[in-house]
């Protein structure tokens, strides 16, 4: 069984601050993806990125970063410099690869990030 | 570009009616999911169409049904309505269902049941 676990419910901070997400998941697969997605009050989920669990390498877009750490099971978000349009719910995503179907992303339950100006 | 569109944006059904949501899935994709998402939670996995076929469903029981068209458009349905079916309903689609490439989701369609 595949789980996420994103412990913080809600983060408020004051725009221009440095802000991480938690994401934790525990699978008992080698080979699976890991995703995080941010949900602005519109609905639509948006994809951010895709990380294979073979490739430990951070990544770094613009201001936000990620920190994937096989040791301790997490997939942090970092957003440096926070501005009041980061404002949204975020989630993180694992699939595990399929046994001869489809990969099935299960979601965490969301961080609820909130930027005041 | 085309994105996903969901019809319609709303809807408010009583407890035992049936309900059919739409999706137009992103041009040039032929894969197409539901998720369940209430209220607070993460967006649950319904099922998954590729190519016109069912290739993965989550826990969700038989009154759940969906379709896919051969233009890769969508169709969820829900029989027997019941009070905790009130959620949004995200459709996504993505290109080719086995290999996991990124989702691209609409704007859901919220569907209350009184």
């Known amino acids: 069984a595949q789980k996420v676990t994103q412990a913080q419910t809600e983060i408020s901070v004051v725009e221009k601050e440095d802000v991480t997400l938690d994401c934790v998941y525990e699978?008992?697969?080698?080979?699976?993806?890991l995703f995080w997605y941010k949900q602005p009050p519109s609905g639509e989920l948006v994809f951010l990125i895709r990380?294979?669990?073979?490739?430990?390498q951070n990544e770094i877009s613009g201001r936000y970063s990620w920190n994937f750490q096989k040791s301790t099971s997490s997939f942090n978000f970092t957003i440096t410099a926070s501005q009041v349009v980061d404002s949204a719910v975020y989630f993180c995503?694992?699939?595990?690869?399929?046994?001869?179907?489809?990969?099935?992303?299960?979601f965490g339950r969301g961080t609820s990030l909130i930027v005041h100006p | 570009e085309t994105g996903v569109t969901q019809s319609p944006t709303h809807l408010i059904k009583t407890r035992g009616q049936q309900v059919t949501l739409r999706c137009s899935s992103q041009?040039?994709?032929?894969?197409v999911s539901w998720y369940q998402q209430a209220l607070g939670q993460g967006p649950q996995f319904i099922f998954q169409?590729?190519?016109?076929?069912?290739?993965g469903r989550g826990n969700f029981p038989p009154r759940f049904s969906g379709l896919q068209f051969p233009n890769y458009s969508s169709e969820l349905n829900v029989n027997a309505l019941e009070l905790d079916d009130s959620a949004l309903y995200l459709c996504?689609?993505?290109?080719?269902?086995?290999?996991?490439?990124?989702?691209?989701f609409g704007n859901g369609t919220r569907l209350t049941v009184t």
């Open positions: 995503a694992l699939s595990e690869a399929p046994a001869g179907g489809s990969y099935i992303p299960t």
């Open positions: 041009s040039g994709h032929n894969t």
């Open positions: 699978t008992r697969d080698t080979t699976y993806y």
């Open positions: 169409y590729y190519r016109e076929e069912e290739n």
């Open positions: 990380r294979n669990s073979f490739d430990e």
């Open positions: 996504a689609s993505s290109l080719d269902g086995f290999e996991n490439s990124p989702l691209h």
